[in-house]
């Protein structure tokens, strides 16, 4: 099996020497990065299962790089390392996806312990991904055989077309159009978007639009972050500039919504 391949983060020279040591004894594929700015650069170039970051680094801090590898990377794992005067920013960064937060400095052993936690928690990522992929296609086989069956039994137009502002969605060809612009969605994206359009203008909460346009139920943490990666890639299609969304607003600790 493939050594995992494991990221260092940390601008003190000494710790950084003492992690890679740690990790290196371990087996495991080490990069190091210096600083955030190369961090960046590598988390660029390369796939990591896991990245050891500190958090208190000048000009680019660990913050801004988790959150550029997030929006890259959803599976890989992050622990961070963090002084105990900045404990409301190794706290911020859990908000932000982070495994765990280790205490500098730490215990070579309580270091091996923890990738190996985050290590199998990434392993779990992974599996997981794979049966959602794998739900995913059952969903679209079932679904094509519900189609086939309306098909057959046929569809009243006030049924068939849902029309709000520029947007008019088919449900008869799970097609949509918006503002004469045939929109090319998954089925995944296709039932998230008639979910919001159904539910406006109320916004709706991530959980709901698990269950609604996927199918099965999660925690509330565990939807917001399905959620938010199924919205980023809906943003894409639909949104004339996906960086500042004008039809699927993010409402505030309530979910989303479409704004017609």
Same mark, same amino acid.
């Given at each position: 099996?493939?050594?995992?391949? &494991?990221?260092?983060? @940390?601008?003190?020279?000494?710790?950084?020497?003492?992690?890679?040591?740690?990790?290196?004894?371990?087996?495991?594929?080490?990069? /190091?990065?210096?600083?955030?700015?190369?961090?960046?650069?590598?988390?660029?170039?390369?796939?990591?299962?896991?990245?050891?970051? @500190?958090?208190?680094?000048?000009?680019?801090?660990?913050?801004?790089?988790?959150?550029?590898?997030?929006?890259?990377?959803?599976?890989?794992?992050?622990?961070?390392? /963090?002084?105990?005067?900045?404990?409301?920013?190794?706290?911020?960064?859990?908000?932000?996806?982070?495994? @765990?937060?280790?205490?500098?400095?730490?215990?070579?052993?309580?270091?091996?312990?923890?990738?190996?936690?985050?290590?199998?928690?990434?392993?779990?990522?992974?599996? =997981?991904?794979?049966?959602?992929?794998?739900?995913?296609?059952?969903?679209?086989?079932?679904?094509?055989?519900?189609?086939?069956?309306?098909?057959?039994?046929?569809?009243?137009?006030?049924?068939?077309?849902?029309?709000?502002?520029?947007?008019?969605?088919?449900?008869?060809?799970?097609?949509?159009?918006?503002?004469?612009?045939?929109? @090319?969605?998954?089925?995944?994206?296709?039932?998230?978007?008639?979910?919001?359009?159904?539910?406006?203008? =109320?916004? &709706?909460?991530?959980?709901?639009?698990?269950?609604?346009?996927?199918?099965?139920?999660?925690?509330?943490?565990?939807?917001?972050?399905?959620?938010?990666?199924?919205?980023?890639?809906?943003?894409?299609?639909?949104?004339?500039?996906?960086?500042?969304?004008?039809?699927?607003?993010?409402?505030?600790?309530?979910?989303?919504?479409?704004?017609?």
């Amino acid at each position: 099996m493939k050594p995992a391949h &494991v990221l260092v983060v @940390d601008d003190e020279p000494n710790i950084l020497f003492v992690l890679e040591r740690t990790l290196r004894r371990e087996g495991y594929q080490i990069d /190091t990065a210096s600083g955030g700015v190369e961090a960046l650069e590598k988390i660029r170039r390369s796939k990591y299962q896991l990245v050891m970051l @500190d958090l208190n680094m000048q000009p680019v801090d660990g913050l801004q790089v988790l959150s550029t590898l997030r929006a890259q990377d959803s599976n890989a794992v992050v622990i961070i390392l /963090t002084a105990h005067s900045t404990i409301e920013s190794a706290v911020e960064a859990m908000h932000l996806g982070a495994f @765990d937060y280790l205490f500098k400095p730490a215990s070579p052993e309580v270091i091996r312990q923890r990738v190996r936690e985050g290590l199998q928690r990434y392993e779990q990522n992974i599996r =997981r991904l794979y049966l959602l992929e794998q739900i995913e296609g059952l969903r679209q086989k079932l679904q094509a055989f519900d189609d086939e069956d309306r098909l057959e039994a046929g569809m009243g137009g006030s049924e068939r077309f849902t029309r709000l502002g520029h947007l008019v969605i088919d449900h008869h060809h799970r097609a949509v159009t918006l503002a004469g612009r045939l929109l @090319d969605l998954t089925t995944t994206e296709f039932d998230l978007l008639a979910c919001l359009v159904e539910a406006s203008p =109320r916004p &709706v909460p991530p959980r709901q639009l698990v269950t609604r346009a996927l199918g099965y139920d999660s925690g509330d943490m565990g939807a917001r972050e399905i959620i938010k990666w199924h919205i980023h890639q809906l943003r894409q299609k639909v949104e004339p500039d996906p960086n500042k969304p004008v039809y699927i607003k993010t409402v505030r600790y309530k979910g989303y919504m479409w704004n017609s």
